[in-house]
């Protein structure tokens, strides 16, 4: 789209409508916010975040209550019927809760890997969720009894979503496959996209007769459900895709990648109407459209959701416009101090500094049994490994990696596969950490 033509839709949005919703930002999270979801009536806004909580939020502003209970990142937070919500978690768990008072109503355990997606059907009685064990579960949510296991994907699964009548599942798969199920038998009745790279989002529209997929090549395309055709191929070189939102009067999907790019697209001519870098410095990890649709919903790297009117422009604020400290030159700061910033410091802090994170803050970790800093829900695993941190210990956790050395860890998957990087990672610790 040349400058021209991005004026004249800027100044369309302005004029319009669309000029309703203000900006504003929804901070409180220690980590990441990996998921955001409006509830049907807009009134009220729901985060998932890498610091193992779920944010609830009133519309348009306001202080969030907490759904505290995973003991890992929460990747995924939908809305139920009746007053209630789902998260689903590193922990393998989904969590249904009752949002009134924000406690739990039930615990569903049986996946064997993170739960990456869900949806609900309309009337909130049957619950999927998409997990990286490379299964789907259906759940009755009255009894929190596990229905099926879906278990066609040669991979993890990545993204659910349900037919307006409960007939039809649609699933996708880092396999790169998107199929269709029949809900009765629970069989498998077509594939309707082989990708050939993994598929990690969908967002379906049965009325207007299509659903949209992204992938971790970049590829964004529409489909027929029909015919399995495709539509509109809305590709645009950026990679991964890693959100898709449809706005509620199914006129527009967004579109968000690895790059920090939104893309607001027009689904009766499948045009582009609205580009934005929305992060500079990071991933655009979820959207959702505000009831009106006059405003987009954002997560990604930053420890806060943030809320733009479409059209505002490339003069509107960025998430995470402060660089984190991983993004810092190599040149700026001591190896051991990356090492820190690239592998540690998202789930914690070398101080204590009261902000809400994925792990407990290190400080004084030299000499302290794993699992032992007071309030912090650590998994059984770790708790019971009989760990005390030391350079030796910690030496082993990062040469492994986390889920080897403490099988059943909650701990993210990740290694230091250098032996002097391992090495500068505990000497700066051992120097930042120490309580004397």
């Not at 100044?11 to 049907?40: I, K, N, Q, W, Y």
């Amino acid at each position: 789209m040349g400058r021209a033509a991005r004026l004249m839709v800027l100044l369309s949005f302005l004029a319009g409508p669309l000029g309703a919703e203000e900006f504003r930002t929804f901070p409180g999270h220690g980590g990441p916010v990996m998921s955001v979801a409006v509830d049907a009536a807009g009134k009220t806004l729901l985060t998932a975040s890498f610091d193992n909580s779920a944010g609830l939020w009133t519309l348009p502003g306001g202080a969030p209550r907490w759904l505290e209970g995973h003991a890992a990142a929460v990747n995924t937070a939908i809305f139920l019927p009746g007053g209630r919500a789902a998260t689903g978690s590193d922990d393998f768990t989904v969590i249904l809760w009752d949002l009134a008072s924000g406690t739990a109503l039930r615990t569903l355990e049986g996946h064997k890997g993170k739960v990456f997606g869900l949806a609900a059907t309309a009337d909130g009685a049957r619950l999927a969720s998409a997990s990286w064990d490379g299964s789907v579960r259906i759940w009755d949510t009255g009894t929190g009894q596990s229905l099926a296991e879906l278990t066609e994907h040669d991979g993890p699964v990545n993204a659910v979503a349900w037919s307006a009548d409960a007939s039809r599942l649609y699933t996708a798969s880092h396999d790169g496959t998107l199929l269709e199920w029949d809900t009765l038998d629970w069989r498998p009745l077509r594939r309707l996209a082989a990708h050939g790279f993994g598929i990690n989002v969908i967002a379906l529209d049965e009325t207007a007769g299509w659903i949209a997929y992204g992938a971790l090549d970049g590829g964004t395309r529409v489909l027929d459900l029909a015919t399995g055709a495709v539509l509109a191929d809305l590709t645009a070189d950026r990679r991964p895709i890693l959100a898709l939102a449809r706005s509620p009067d199914g006129g527009r999907i967004a579109v968000g990648d690895g790059q920090g790019y939104i893309m607001v697209v027009e689904t009766g001519t499948w045009r582009i109407e609205y580009d934005f870098h929305a992060a500079l410095h990071g991933p655009i990890w979820a959207l959702a459209f505000t009831r009106s649709g006059a405003g987009i919903v954002a997560g990604g790297i930053a420890d806060e959701a943030y809320l733009w009117p479409l059209g505002a422009g490339e003069d509107a604020p960025r998430m995470a416009e402060i660089e984190r400290r991983f993004h810092v030159d190599p040149g700026e700061v001591s190896n051991g101090e990356r090492q820190f910033m690239r592998k540690c410091s998202i789930c914690h802090t070398l101080r204590g500094d009261g902000r809400r994170r994925a792990g407990p803050p290190l400080e004084g970790l030299f000499g302290r049994k794993a699992g032992s800093v007071p309030g912090y829900p650590y998994s059984d695993a770790v708790r019971a490994s009989g760990l005390v941190w030391t350079a030796e210990t910690i030496d082993a956790l990062f040469d492994l990696g986390p889920e080897h050395y403490i099988p059943g860890t909650k701990m993210p998957m990740q290694r230091i596969a250098r032996p002097e990087d391992r090495a500068d990672l505990i000497a700066f610790l051992k120097r930042e950490t120490d309580v004397e």
